[in-house]
Structures are given as structure tokens and as C-alpha cells.
């Protein structure tokens, strides 16, 4: 028996062997809080990665979890397999033909990089990148879970107070979520913690409002702050982020996930802005406006009205 298929103890794994990848991610939401440490890293590589499973080898998924390879073998026994293998023959079956090329680009890139034979342009490396991108939003069109989307446009209707909270990377999304709707007679709200004031720019949050968290992996503790003070005050919340497992799941009514293509350690958001795109999209035509209704006239130059893109 190989070190990658070492025994586990029966009480320690589930009675049940998983029969699809929906089944084990299921049953890694209901047993995530009762896990160790470094098995919740894996259980959120499993959730936000799921794609990759199918091909990367146990030194792959430890060292981008920072786990011992063991590790990643008592997670697989954990939820009733045998070994790692057996697992990774799960995903293999789910995801051979929709899988996205994501991991290829990057590792392609990462070759190109580390060949000292090869000087790789810049025009080269662009286009790695943009392709790498792209499968991200093939993969979003493939997973969009069309249920959250249309309960995410219904919360957006009906409120009337908005509040929009995204810190650091997520920032520019919430921002540019605020920018497209402002285009309707609704109150839009950006939580931009100027001077550190989170707190204090979520004191009118009230019943009925809403607020908008977009949050990804390592996860703002201060998006997560001003969830729970909408929470406290019976305010709902829409929130935008890689995985059913991430902090701010179990508070949303209604949760979109989005899982983007990356370089390193910059990570694209262009799946994320199209998506937010599309919710603004669907929330005008749910609203019935009009184009000439979404363009504010009257620039800050008369004759020049406010470009609606």
C-alpha cells in the first residue's frame, strides 16, 4: 500500500462514499466547522478550486493549502474514500469535459517565465493572460447557479437603501457595482471605510435594506463587520465571493460565486465585473427602464450628458 493510501481510522471517516462532486461538497459544508485546520484549508481549495482537483497531485493541492502531503490523504479518507486517488477519480468523472484550461495557462506561463533559453515577449505573456482570463468567464457561464442569480436580482429590486461593501482587491468591484445603480431612483450607498469609519457609515442600515458584500479568499474582516451589523439590524444580504464555505456564506440571502482565473499572485475580476455587470443588466430590465432613463442628461459641461457605460 502506497504512503498515499494509508489506512484511517473508521470513526474518523464518513460511512457514506460520496457519489457525485454536488454530494461531496455538501457533505464538506455540513462537517467544515468540526474540521481541523489544515483540513478546512483543503475543504476550501475543494470548494474554490474544484476544477483543478481532477488534475494536480497531492504535492500541488499541500502546497498551495500549506498542508503536509498527508494531510490532503486524511481529508480523502475523512469523507469516506480510500485515498486521494479515489477522490480525484470523482472530480475526474464530473469535470473531464467542462473543465477550464485555467491551470494550463498559468503553468504555461510559469514555464515561460522559468525558461532562461527563451526570452518571452511581452506581447507573449499578454496573451497567456487574456486567455487565462477568458476560460475564467467559461467557467462562471458553466457554474452560474441561475436560482441565487435571479433571487440576487429579486433582493435587488425590491430594496430601496443599498449599501455596497468590497475591500482591497474587491474594492474597484463594489465601486463600479455603486456606479451602475446609481442609474436607477434608488439610494446607493458605497461603505468605503474613509478614515476607518465602517461602523459608523452602516449606522442607518435598517430592515428592508440591503447590503452587497463582495469578498474573496483570505476574506476582509471588515466586509465581514459590516455583514453583521446588517444582520444585527435585520437588513439582507447579497454577497459575491469564491466559495460556499467562505465566512460570509451562511449570512446571505442570496450568494453568488465566482471562481477567477490568476497569475501568480494577481488575480483577475473579470468574471466578477461581468457578473456584476449582468446583475445591473437584469435589474434594469426587471425595472422596466429605459436607456434615455439610465443616462443622467446634464454634464458637468452643458451639452454633455453623463456617459451610461
Known amino acids: 500500500m502506497s504512503s498515499s493510501e494509508s489506512p484511517v481510522g473508521a470513526a474518523e471517516a464518513l460511512l457514506e462514499v460520496p457519489a457525485s462532486v454536488e454530494r461531496l461538497q455538501q457533505l464538506i459544508g455540513a462537517e467544515y466547522e468540526s474540521l481541523p485546520r489544515q483540513l478546512k484549508r483543503i475543504a476550501n481549495y475543494m470548494s474554490q478550486q474544484s476544477d483543478r482537483v481532477m488534475v494536480d497531485r497531492v504535492s500541488d493541492i499541500a502546497q498551495q493549502c500549506e498542508v503536509h502531503p498527508s494531510a490532503i490523504v486524511r481529508f480523502s479518507q475523512r469523507f469516506g474514500f480510500r485515498g486521494f486517488s479515489e477522490m480525484q477519480a470523482l472530480f475526474r468523472e464530473a469535470y473531464t469535459d467542462k473543465a477550464t484550461p485555467i491551470q494550463n495557462y498559468q503553468q504555461r506561463i510559469r514555464r515561460m517565465i522559468a525558461n532562461r533559453s527563451h526570452k518571452a515577449s511581452g506581447g507573449e505573456l499578454a496573451r497567456e493572460c487574456i486567455n487565462a482570463t477568458r476560460s475564467g468567464l467559461d467557467r462562471l457561464v458553466q457554474e452560474l447557479d441561475e436560482r ?26 463594489a465601486h463600479y457595482l455603486v456606479y451602475s ?18 461602523r459608523e457609515q452602516m449606522r442607518s442600515v435598517r430592515e428592508g435594506d440591503l447590503v452587497v458584500a463582495v469578498s474573496f479568499s483570505p476574506y476582509g474582516k471588515e466586509t465581514q463587520q459590516c455583514v453583521r451589523i446588517a444582520r444585527h ?21 442570496a450568494l453568488l460565486l465566482v471562481n477567477e482565473g490568476s497569475t501568480f499572485a494577481f488575480r483577475s475580476l473579470s468574471s466578477t465585473l461581468s457578473l ?17 432613463e439610465i443616462g443622467v442628461p446634464g454634464g458637468f459641461e452643458d451639452g454633455e450628458p453623463d456617459d451610461p457605460d
Open 148 to 173: 441565487e442569480f435571479d433571487k440576487a436580482v429579486d433582493l435587488l429590486v425590491e430594496a430601496d437603501n443599498i449599501y455596497v461593501i468590497g475591500v482591497r482587491r474587491s474594492f474597484s468591484v
Open 181 to 198: 445603480l446609481r442609474h436607477t431612483n434608488k439610494r446607493i450607498h458605497l461603505i468605503s471605510g474613509l478614515g476607518g469609519g465602517y
Open 233 to 253: 439590524y435585520k437588513a439582507r444580504a447579497l454577497v459575491i465571493t469564491d466559495s460556499q464555505l467562505a465566512p460570509l456564506a451562511k449570512q446571505a440571502n
Open 276 to 292: 456584476c455587470q449582468a446583475l445591473f443588466i437584469a435589474v434594469a430590465y426587471r425595472m422596466e427602464l429605459k436607456v434615455e
